[in-house]
Structure formats: structure tokens, C-alpha cells
Nanobody, 124 residues
Framework: HVQLVESGGGSVQTGGSRRLSCAAS????????MAWFRQGPGKEREVVAT????????QYADSVKGRFTISVDMDTNTMYLRMNSLKPEDTAMYYC??????????????????WGQGTQVTVS
């Protein structure tokens, strides 16, 4: 069982930056997929960024490409999401998630079993 705890959310002005953190209870990064999701007001949850086992092959939603960067510190079991050039439409609850890797689905379209409680990012 993996426990995930996000932090780093808050209010930021348009064009600003924010870094979210996700602390994992176990060393899950070498075995499974890791991802950031978000759910904005009145919107469905969407995948933002993922990394494959071993923190390889980062992938991003088109809406955040070039602005967001996913990274992993394997020594501290912490995943990050660096968000630059933030826009009001980035306002959402951001969740980190962990799941098993499937070769057929990959991580970007994979199934995620463990979720954090979320951290709110508000851009105005």
C-alpha cells in the first residue's frame, strides 16, 4: 500500500510559478507509473504529467507542455511538478497518483490505484 501526500499548493498570479511536491511512503518510483492529475471547478479530472518506472519518459498533457515539468527524487521518494507561466485555467485541485505499469496502456493512459489527498492551486 502506497501513501501519497501532496504539498505546495496555494494562490499565484497569472504568469507566476509554483512547485508541487508529492511524498511517497515507499520507493514506488522504480516499479510503477507516477502521475500528476488535476480537476478544475466544474471539470473532469485530467492527467497532467506522468513518468514511467524508473522516472523515465516524462509525458505531458498538451495544455501544459513547455510550461510544466515533472521530476522525481528517488533518494527521498518525492515527485515534483514545476509549473511555470501559470494561467487562470490551471486553477485546480492537483493530485499525485501511483499505479502499476502496463505495456499496452503506458503510464499516460494507465490505471492509478493510489492517490494523494490533493493540493489546491489557484491562479488569478
Amino acid at each position: 500500500h502506497v501513501q501519497l501526500v501532496e504539498s505546495g499548493g496555494g494562490s499565484v498570479q497569472t504568469g507566476g510559478s509554483r512547485r508541487l511536491s508529492c511524498a511517497a511512503s515507499t520507493s514506488t518510483f522504480s516499479r510503477g507509473c507516477m502521475a500528476w492529475f488535476r480537476q478544475g471547478p466544474g471539470k473532469e479530472r485530467e492527467v497532467v504529467a506522468t513518468v514511467d518506472p524508473g522516472a523515465r519518459f516524462p509525458q505531458y498533457a498538451d495544455s501544459v507542455k513547455g510550461r510544466f515539468t515533472i521530476s522525481v527524487d528517488m533518494d527521498t521518494n518525492t515527485m515534483y511538478l514545476r509549473m511555470n507561466s501559470l494561467k487562470p485555467e490551471d486553477t485546480a485541485m492537483y493530485y499525485c497518483a501511483s499505479g502499476e505499469f502496463s505495456a499496452s496502456a503506458g503510464c499516460f493512459r494507465g490505471i492509478y490505484n493510489y492517490w494523494g489527498q490533493g493540493t489546491q492551486v489557484t491562479v488569478s
